[in-house]
């Protein structure tokens, strides 16, 4: 069985929710990734934020960067995989809620992320194309 684990990029890090979008942008570029989970103070996933995130709902409001924290930009309730789940689980769970990006946590803790780009590169080609098909029909009929 693969797991999410087995199929995560590794060393995924957090961004502390009272970090500055300027500080967040900053570890983006550190990391080459688009996306960091945010944590609360008890370490504790509570969203993700995305660099279009910041251009968006920051920069193109004319908000400053270093002013807004990145625990202001968390909304709704943040999906997550436990490393043990099933492909199918991650599958699902992405397909469900229409995310690109799923942190994976073990024992409370996150150790990594999955992207698109990590399902193209791990999984068949009928997977995948099962799996877009169903992800892109649907947001296109919304």
Do not use: F
Not at 85 to 112: C, N, W
Not at 118 to 134: C, E, F, M, T
């Amino acid at each position: 069985m693969t797991t999410a684990g087995d199929i995560m990029h590794r060393g995924a890090q957090w961004i502390p929710a009272h970090e500055t979008l300027d500080r967040a942008a900053q570890l983006m570029r550190e990391l080459n990734v688009g996306a960091l989970p945010i944590s609360d103070e008890n370490e504790r996933l509570c969203g993700i934020l995305t660099d279009r995130d910041i251009v968006v709902g920051c920069v193109a409001m004319g908000h400053d960067p270093a002013r807004v924290t990145a625990g202001e930009m968390a909304k709704g309730t943040p999906r997550w995989i436990d490393a043990e789940a099933d492909v199918g689980e991650v599958l699902r769970e992405m397909r469900e809620y229409r995310i690109r990006r799923l942190p994976v946590i073990q024992d409370k803790r996150l150790v990594g992320m999955i992207s698109e780009a990590d399902l193209a590169r791990h999984l068949a080609k009928d997977q995948i194309a099962s799996w877009a098909q169903s992800v892109y029909a649907t947001t296109a009929m919304h």
